[in-house]
Each structure stands twice: as structure tokens, then as C-alpha cells.
Nanobody, 124 residues
Framework: VQLVESGGGSVQVGGSLRLSCAAPDYGRNSYCVGWFRQAPGKGREGVASISAGGSTSYYADSVKGRFTIVGDNGKSTVYLEMSSLEPEDTALYYC???????????????????WGQGTQVTVS
């Protein structure tokens, strides 16, 4: 499973960004896709995830109401729409995937097996 992230960059506090994850297998309705992030000196944190087909999504408490994960089966792409960005959102953002048998397989505390290279988001 090959995942490619894009859309990172620098943004001012309160601004918005949309990250994209090209995930060819997502369109086959058999994979969960999640967004994770890691800030300097901190551990990796699950941000948001979406089930194959898009019926269910999960969010970290820290981003609820500000971030939205959207899956486009036709384009085999999963987006992370981020708004009201804060300096604490600064991190390297990774897209990840895992096979899905049931929607709760997509929870953020599950083990994701496939990872992209990451895209940097800087909020200042």
C-alpha cells in the first residue's frame, strides 16, 4: 500500500489548510485511512481516521470541531481539512492505512501498518 501526502505548509494562527493523502487501496473499500502527527520532542498522536467507504470517522479530542476527514473513493484520496489552526498543531503529519474488517478497526488507537513519508504543517 503506497501512501503519498501533500498539502502541508506554513499558516498563520487561525488559518486553514487541507492535507491530501493519495491512497489507491482506499478506493477499493477495504482500508481504513488515518492521519497522525508528531511534533518535535513529542510522541506520535492520532488525529483523525475514516473507515473504508467513509461511513465512520474518529477524531482526537484536541481537533474535534476544527478538523474534518473526508474520503473520496473515486479519487482514492483522503483529505484532512484543518481550520482554526493553533501553534500546537505544528507537526509532521502522516497518512496511514490498515485493513478493515469492522469499522472499529479504524479507531486511532489501532495499529496502522502502512505509512506515508509525512508532510510538515507549521502554524505561527
Amino acid at each position: 500500500v503506497q501512501l503519498v501526502e501533500s498539502g502541508g505548509g506554513s499558516v498563520q494562527v487561525g488559518g486553514s489548510l487541507r492535507l491530501s493523502c493519495a491512497a489507491p487501496d482506499y478506493g477499493r473499500n477495504s482500508y481504513c485511512v488515518g492521519w497522525f502527527r508528531q511534533a518535535p520532542g513529542k510522541g506520535r498522536e492520532g488525529v483523525a481516521s475514516i473507515s473504508a467507504g467513509g461511513s465512520t470517522s474518529y477524531y482526537a479530542d484536541s481537533v474535534k470541531g476544527r478538523f474534518t476527514i473526508v474520503g473520496d473513493n473515486g479519487k482514492s484520496t483522503v483529505y484532512l481539512e484543518m481550520s482554526s489552526l493553533e501553534p500546537e498543531d505544528t507537526a509532521l503529519y502522516y497518512c496511514a492505512a490498515r485493513l478493515m474488517s469492522r469499522v472499529w478497526d479504524c479507531k486511532l488507537d489501532m495499529e496502522y501498518n502502512y505509512w506515508g513519508q509525512g508532510t510538515q504543517v507549521t502554524v505561527s
